[in-house]
């Protein structure tokens, strides 16, 4: 699979799955926008069947390489990116995992179950990113109790191996060509944006700025019965240049650590 085939693919399922991000494209296409995505994202625990390098494997096969290290402290998280080795136009892959053993015995137990469950074939093939859960079917009450350690773990033990988000980069859009225009664009038409933080994370002197939508409600089949909860969202950065006058093309631990909140659970 080369990248452009992995990105189609996983476009044709997020939009699937999160009709609104769908709409939002739409919405910049009617503007007689380009879109170009920044950057995508997945979440994963870390367990030797399914960590964050077993995730990219895909990608380093379709020409991607390694790039940033980060660490989330207060989330818990570590986190690489990756970039095409010889396409500089292709999206940023974000992959991050949940260091399951700072949390409590009963989050352990469920991430170790979770892992078991993800057939062989599946964590030696090139098709786990495009899983989703593959551990059975969620429990209500597993996800509540999970919500009150971590909402990254919620998440992911409902929805698995799916793209968190896609990113809109703004520096491919020419009328609104500044994040204060996109968010404005975004309320205008009614969506929500992730406040937490404030509504924009990062500077012009970090070279990156970034916006996200809060999660759309999904209808989720739980074993008590169907229950809806946020799904996955839509992000919009902008980079700027560093000295060389290359544009930045790293990730900003501080401002990502509040773009995770977008997944939180909230009431409609
Ligand atoms: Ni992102």
């Given at each position: 699979m080369n990248e452009q085939e992995i990105f189609s693919r996983l476009w044709t399922d997020y939009t699937t799955q999160n009709p609104e991000a769908k709409n939002i494209y739409d919405c910049f296409r009617a503007e007689g926008e380009e879109v170009k995505n920044d950057h995508i994202a997945f979440r994963t625990f870390?367990?030797?069947?399914?960590?964050v390098d077993v995730l990219a494997r895909p990608f380093l096969t379709a020409g991607y390489e390694q790039k940033g290290y980060y660490i989330f402290e207060d989330k818990h998280l570590t986190a690489k990116h990756y970039e095409h080795k010889s396409r500089p136009d292709a999206p940023r892959v974000f992959i991050s995992q949940l260091?399951?053993?700072?949390?409590s015995a009963g989050l352990q137990s469920i991430a170790k179950q979770c892992a078991a469950r993800v057939p062989d074939e599946l964590v030696f093939s090139n098709e786990l990113i495009f899983?989703?859960?593959?551990?059975g079917p969620p429990s209500y009450e597993t996800y509540e109790m999970l919500r009150r350690e971590s909402e990254y773990a919620a998440w992911l033990y409902v929805?698995?191996?799916?793209?968190n988000h896609f990113t809109v980069?703004?520096?491919?859009l020419t009328k609104l060509n500044s994040i204060q225009k996109v968010n404005q664009f975004l309320k205008d038409k009614g969506y929500v944006l992730n406040?937490?933080?404030?509504?924009?994370?990062?500077?012009p002197a970090e070279l990156l700025e970034q916006s996200s939508t809060k999660a759309g409600f999904m209808a989720v089949e739980f074993v008590e019965g169907t229950f809806e909860i946020p799904s996955c969202y839509y992000e919009f950065a902008i980079r700027y240049p560093d000295t060389d006058g290359r544009l930045y093309s790293g990730f900003i631990a501080k401002s990502a650590d509040k773009i995770f909140e977008s997944t939180d659970f909230y009431r409609k």
């Amino acid at each position: 699979m080369n990248e452009q085939e992995i990105f189609s693919r996983l476009w044709t399922d997020y939009t699937t799955q999160n009709p609104e991000a769908k709409n939002i494209y739409d919405c910049f296409r009617a503007e007689g926008e380009e879109v170009k995505n920044d950057h995508i994202a997945f979440r994963t625990f870390f367990d030797t069947r399914i960590n964050v390098d077993v995730l990219a494997r895909p990608f380093l096969t379709a020409g991607y390489e390694q790039k940033g290290y980060y660490i989330f402290e207060d989330k818990h998280l570590t986190a690489k990116h990756y970039e095409h080795k010889s396409r500089p136009d292709a999206p940023r892959v974000f992959i991050s995992q949940l260091m399951t053993d700072h949390f409590s015995a009963g989050l352990q137990s469920i991430a170790k179950q979770c892992a078991a469950r993800v057939p062989d074939e599946l964590v030696f093939s090139n098709e786990l990113i495009f899983a989703g859960n593959v551990w059975g079917p969620p429990s209500y009450e597993t996800y509540e109790m999970l919500r009150r350690e971590s909402e990254y773990a919620a998440w992911l033990y409902v929805y698995g191996f799916v793209t968190n988000h896609f990113t809109v980069s703004i520096n491919s859009l020419t009328k609104l060509n500044s994040i204060q225009k996109v968010n404005q664009f975004l309320k205008d038409k009614g969506y929500v944006l992730n406040a937490s933080g404030g509504e924009i994370k990062g500077t012009p002197a970090e070279l990156l700025e970034q916006s996200s939508t809060k999660a759309g409600f999904m209808a989720v089949e739980f074993v008590e019965g169907t229950f809806e909860i946020p799904s996955c969202y839509y992000e919009f950065a902008i980079r700027y240049p560093d000295t060389d006058g290359r544009l930045y093309s790293g990730f900003i631990a501080k401002s990502a650590d509040k773009i995770f909140e977008s997944t939180d659970f909230y009431r409609k």
